[in-house]
């Protein structure tokens, strides 16, 4: 028996943030990127909520890649303010640090939270829908991802706003993360019915909009349009699940310190074909592309997932993404030297048991090398 659900409440549109008002008489803890703090949005949000008699603490320390020590600071600060509501806004990290943060609260201190909201700032991890958190051991370069119910925030306020001053990179990175996500969803093995459509929906938004984006970061319909998609590809990941572009981009970001959507683009395309060796995938995969491009509909399954990971790159190279990690800049010894580790940790990734095909030691280290 399946069983779905959607449990996290998202506003969406323009004048999303008007959700905030609904925040009433409560101590809210606020944790953003540092970037973020002094920009008119961020004190537009600080003034709604200052209107409606709430007490604010604001935690803006937030590194690229969350690490153990700073979930330890920041729960410190939470500890002393015992907040009633978490206001996370930012980007992946503001996020999964709150997330951790929550997580590990709820089991080691007197916190009781009665709401968790997310705001994000880029159109990418989705993490505004899911109950995964990606934090960091800065000692081992290692990426431990958490699993739990606890940090699936109670609601997401989606609003253009706060992406369109996104860089570029940031934009053509986070966007091709999202293709990752909704194309691993839609052929992992708890993919259903209701994620494929969540899944398929997002891959025809990024194929349409992502370059748009990218060119012009101030076009409000297509960012509107590409925050829409990450939520999408996250509630279906996180019902259906991911596969081993992300078990494999966790080790490698964590030794090489590439932004991981970046690694993500990279083997999306090597894992395309290779999980082709599944029927159900190779056939979900021909469908993604006939939607795509109905004019190849009488093609045979085999040439259309050729053509899907041909357009996955022919997408990367207008997002000016390079695709190796020597094109990036990193030599291929340094790229070598972690392979057997990269591919160990990989089997070890929450990430690895959902990919519809179980790939041998031999598999992940032709994958990972085919990106140096």
């Known amino acids: 028996m399946n069983v779905w659900s959607l449990s996290t409440k998202v506003y969406a549109g323009i004048d999303s943030l008007d959700r905030l008002e609904s925040l009433k008489n409560k101590s809210i803890f606020i944790v953003c990127d540092p970037f973020l703090k002094g920009s008119d949005l961020f004190m537009k949000i600080i003034t709604l909520l200052v209107e409606e008699n709430n007490e604010l603490h604001v935690y803006s320390k937030v590194t690229p890649d969350p690490p153990i020590t700073e979930i330890v600071q920041c729960m410190e600060e939470m500890e002393g303010f015992k907040p009633e509501v978490v206001l996370a806004i930012g980007g992946g990290s503001a996020i999964d640090l709150t997330k951790g943060v929550i997580y590990f609260s709820e089991r080691l201190s007197s916190v009781s939270i009665e709401k968790f909201v997310v705001i994000p700032t880029t159109s990418g991890t989705g993490s505004e829908v899911t109950s995964v958190s990606v934090i960091t051991d800065n000692k081992k370069n290692i990426k431990y991802p958490l699993v739990d119910d606890s940090m699936l925030p109670d609601e997401a306020i989606l609003t253009p706003a706060l992406v369109l001053s996104s860089p570029p990179a940031i934009t053509a990175y986070s966007g091709m993360d999202v293709l990752t996500h909704a194309l691993e969803a839609l052929v992992a093995q708890c993919a259903d019915t209701y994620t494929d459509a969540l899944a398929e929906k997002a891959i025809e938004i990024i194929f349409e909009e992502l370059v748009q984006c990218y060119k012009d970061g101030h076009d409000v319909k297509s960012r509107m349009l590409m925050h829409e998609a990450s939520c999408l590809a996250g509630m279906a990941f996180n019902l259906a699940g991911l596969g081993?572009?992300?078990?494999?981009?966790?080790?490698?970001?964590?030794?090489?310190?590439?932004?991981?959507?970046?690694?993500?683009?990279?083997?999306?395309?090597?894992?395309?074909?290779?999980?082709?060796?599944?029927?159900?995938?190779?056939?979900?995969?021909?469908?993604?592309m006939r939607r795509l491009n109905p004019d190849m509909g009488k093609r045979s399954d085999d040439i259309l997932v050729e053509e899907l990971a041909r357009c996955i790159e022919q997408l990367a190279n207008q997002l000016d993404c390079p695709l190796s990690l020597t094109d990036y800049g990193i030599e291929e010894t340094a790229s070598r030297e972690y392979l057997e580790e990269v591919v160990r940790n990989a089997r070890n990734d929450f990430t690895f048991k959902s990919n519809p095909v179980e790939p041998a030691d031999q598999d992940l280290k032709e994958i990972y090398k085919a990106i140096m």
């Open 244 to 288: 081993i572009s992300h078990a494999l981009a966790h080790q490698v970001g964590g030794k090489l310190h590439v932004p991981h959507g970046l690694i993500n683009t990279m083997l999306l395309p090597h894992v395309v074909k290779f999980n082709a060796k599944s029927e159900t995938a190779r056939m979900k995969y021909a469908r993604v």
